[in-house]
């Protein structure tokens, strides 16, 4: 998965109207390549979750804009369509983030052809993205090594919840980027995999990647992690972000403040892997200030599997059952020890971030 090579998106080499994804519908069972021919297709891919993830989200929308370029140039067309793709999900910032970088393009372009310039930056928002990841990578790979020596002979037993892998970027992902850079290093890491409910990104996605990468790990249901930090089975928490505050306060997944709270109250180390595309400099208190996505009900009804070689969906419960499905909850940064960002560690605090990127000081 982490080979050089490996993207998650990308320009058909033999069709440059043609974007490629990977159906991550239907992972594990089957790996299969989707086209987008459209920007349609780029909004359906977003919002039924072929891709998924807030790096991937926002790279996405980035190639649906190109898509739109080739199809009708005009500007008028062009905000209607960005207009579009911001409402597909509403939690990951990097969505809102891709689509202003965009359409800073369309408004500034003045002659020759806006669907070449689109391109260009559609291409340099995932080329940034691997970079950041290995940055993450990089920086969050010290705390492993730090366990590591603390523990000689042992595994360093790492939790993690949703999947804020490489699938969930372009490369390398932002929570698993130091457990792979660990293991190129050498170091005895094992991962605990949260299963992740409804949409089992954990079971289904993360668990995945790592057997591609020849990582060790664990699934585990998603009640599971109390237990084990209670008995000393987790060294480390690190969860991915779809949008943090510029105060640190950190919404992912649905689950993930129950895991903080329990990382807490064990003294177990919470980090979350931060790119700085995924820091809404606009919000402060997470709780009030960002929205959290509700999905259908049949995410929770229903669960989605193989049966004799054929992909199947199963329901649960009885028909008619009152269902609420948040997709997300936000962490308060106090449950977070630290924020891993390409540019290094910092406190999850407005001071912390302000110090990584001084940059954001006017801007916040
Ligand atoms: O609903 P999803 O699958 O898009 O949710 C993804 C997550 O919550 C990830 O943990 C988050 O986007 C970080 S991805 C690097």
Same mark, same amino acid.
Not at 12 to 34: G, M, N, T, W, Y
Not at 147 to 169: D, F
Not at 239 to 248: A, P, S
């Given at each position: 998965? &982490?080979?050089? &090579?490996?993207?998650?998106?990308?320009?058909?080499?033999?069709? @440059?109207?043609?974007?490629?994804?990977?159906?991550? #519908?239907?992972? /594990?069972?089957?790996?299969?390549?989707?086209?987008?021919?459209?920007?349609?297709?780029?909004? $359906?891919?977003?919002?039924?979750?072929?891709?998924?993830?807030?790096?991937?989200?926002?790279?996405?929308?980035?190639?649906?804009?190109?898509?739109? %370029?080739?199809?009708?140039?005009?500007?008028?067309?062009?905000? %209607?369509?960005?207009?579009?793709?911001?409402?597909?999900?509403?939690?990951?910032?990097?969505?809102?983030?891709?689509?202003?970088?965009?359409?800073?393009?369309?408004?500034?372009?003045?002659?020759?052809?806006?669907?070449?310039?689109?391109?260009?930056?559609?291409?340099?928002?995932?080329?940034?993205?691997?970079?950041?990841?290995?940055?993450?990578?990089?920086?969050?790979? !010290?705390?492993?090594? !730090?366990?590591?020596?603390?523990?000689?002979?042992? /595994?360093?037993?790492?939790?993690?919840?949703?999947? !804020?892998?490489?699938?969930?970027?372009?490369?390398?992902?932002?929570?698993?980027?130091?457990?792979?850079?660990?293991?190129?290093?050498?170091?005895?890491?094992? +991962?605990?995999?949260?299963?992740?409910? /409804?949409?089992?990104?954990?079971?289904?996605?993360?668990?995945?990647?790592?057997?591609?990468?020849?990582?060790?790990?664990?699934? =585990?249901?998603?009640?599971?992690?109390?237990?084990?930090?209670?008995?000393?089975?987790?060294?480390?928490?690190?969860?991915?972000?779809?949008?943090?505050?510029?105060?640190?306060?950190?919404?992912?997944?649905?689950?993930?403040?129950?895991?903080?709270?329990? %990382?807490?109250?064990?003294?177990?180390?919470?980090?979350?892997?931060?790119?700085?595309? $995924?820091?809404?400099? #606009?919000?402060?208190?997470?709780?009030?200030? =960002? @929205?959290?996505?509700?999905?259908?009900?049949?995410?929770?009804?229903?669960?989605?599997?193989?049966?004799?070689?054929?992909?199947?969906? +199963?329901?649960?419960?009885? @028909?008619?059952?009152?269902?609420?499905?948040? !997709?997300?909850?936000?962490? /308060?940064? #106090?449950?977070?020890?630290?924020? =891993? &960002?390409? #540019?290094?560690?910092?406190? %999850?605090?407005?001071?912390?971030?302000?110090?990584?990127?001084?940059?954001?000081?006017?801007?916040?």
């Amino acid at each position: 998965m &982490t080979a050089e &090579t490996f993207r998650t998106i990308w320009l058909d080499a033999d069709d @440059p109207s043609v974007v490629k994804i990977i159906d991550q #519908r239907l992972l /594990p069972h089957e790996f299969k390549l989707h086209d987008l021919g459209s920007w349609q297709d780029a909004e $359906t891919a977003i919002a039924d979750m072929y891709v998924r993830g807030a790096p991937l989200i926002g790279a996405t929308a980035a190639w649906g804009l190109y898509l739109a %370029a080739l199809e009708s140039p005009e500007s008028v067309a062009m905000h %209607a369509v960005a207009d579009r793709l911001l409402a597909a999900r509403p939690t990951a910032v990097n969505l809102r983030w891709a689509i202003e970088r965009i359409m800073r393009v369309v408004d500034a372009h003045a002659g020759g052809e806006l669907a070449d310039e689109i391109r260009r930056d559609a291409q340099a928002i995932c080329d940034e993205d691997v970079e950041i990841s290995r940055g993450i990578g990089e920086h969050g790979v !010290a705390l492993l090594e !730090a366990i590591a020596a603390r523990k000689p002979g042992e /595994p360093v037993n790492v939790l993690t919840h949703c999947n !804020a892998g490489a699938l969930a970027t372009i490369n390398y992902g932002t929570a698993t980027a130091p457990v792979y850079i660990a293991q190129q290093r050498g170091i005895d890491v094992h +991962v605990w995999v949260d299963e992740t409910r /409804p949409r089992n990104q954990g079971s289904q996605l993360t668990a995945w990647e790592l057997a591609q990468s020849g990582v060790p790990h664990t699934l =585990i249901v998603d009640n599971a992690g109390g237990h084990l930090m209670q008995h000393g089975l987790v060294d480390i928490v690190i969860v991915g972000t779809d949008r943090t505050t510029r105060c640190g306060d950190v919404a992912n997944k649905i689950g993930t403040y129950l895991k903080a709270l329990a %990382a807490f109250d064990n003294d177990i180390p919470f980090y979350v892997g931060l790119p700085s595309t $995924t820091i809404d400099w #606009r919000s402060c208190d997470g709780v009030a200030e =960002i @929205p959290i996505e509700e999905r259908d009900a049949e995410e929770v009804s229903h669960v989605h599997g193989m049966r004799e070689g054929a992909p199947t969906m +199963v329901r649960t419960t009885a @028909p008619g059952t009152p269902i609420s499905n948040y !997709a997300f909850d936000v962490t /308060p940064a #106090r449950l977070v020890t630290g924020l =891993i &960002t390409e #540019r290094g560690i910092c406190a %999850a605090s407005e001071d912390g971030l302000l110090g990584l990127f001084p940059e954001m000081r006017d801007r916040s």
